[in-house]
């Protein structure tokens, strides 16, 4: 026999002894850009009595595309040699690829928003391995980035926490009888 035949007849016999337990299922990633209502008001939308929402601007997008166009062809003579090279010009377009627009979210209220929630936020964030900064309370720059990433991964791309992400992070309680 072969080690490779007594490998896999030792993992046989391994697999055969383990009980079937089912494994836990792993959590489904949050899909956060389920939750976003585009407008292009400056109202958030009517929504369930004391819900707090956050507006963020998602940027146009514009594609640039440049080409090499030719001019005129290359001329050889009956030999086969050289006589003109042929000429091009560069061309630039531009297209509007997304217009920019205005995106509404549901978000934690701005009480709830504590040095203690935000300290909770970043150490949530911490765990995940998207926050590298020391907790500091503060909404700073090193949270927004932070949170950024991880909305960005979950289909919103805000520096604004949204109760989704609050939620999929345990920060605020999810409702059970809403799944």
């Known amino acids: 026999m072969t080690a490779q035949h007594a490998w896999l007849a030792t993992a046989l016999l391994l697999a055969a ?15 956060l850009g389920a939750e976003i209502l ?8 009517k929504g369930p009595e004391g819900a707090c929402w956050a507006q963020d601007s998602s940027p146009a997008v514009i594609e640039t595309v440049t080409e090499q166009v030719q001019i005129t062809p290359e001329t050889r003579s009956p030999d086969g040699t050289l006589v003109n090279p042929a000429t091009y010009r560069t061309k630039t377009a531009t297209r509007m690829v997304r217009d920019r627009e205005t995106v509404w979210f549901r978000a934690p209220c701005p009480a709830e928003m504590t040095p203690d929630f935000i300290a909770s936020l ?10 590298l900064a020391p907790l500091t309370g503060q909404m700073d720059a090193a949270t927004t980035d932070a949170l950024r990433r991880y909305q960005t991964e979950r289909g919103l791309d805000s520096r ?20």
């Not at 970043?122 to 926050?131: S, T």
């Open 160 to 179: 604004q926490l949204s109760l989704g992400a609050a939620r999929d992070l345990g920060l605020v309680a999810t409702d059970l009888s809403a799944l």
């Open 38 to 45: 585009r407008s292009r008001g400056d109202e958030p939308p």
């Open 17 to 31: 002894c383990t009980p079937s337990v089912p494994l836990p299922a792993v959590p489904a990633q949050a899909d």
């Open 122 to 131: 970043q150490r949530a964030l911490k765990a995940r391995g998207y926050f």
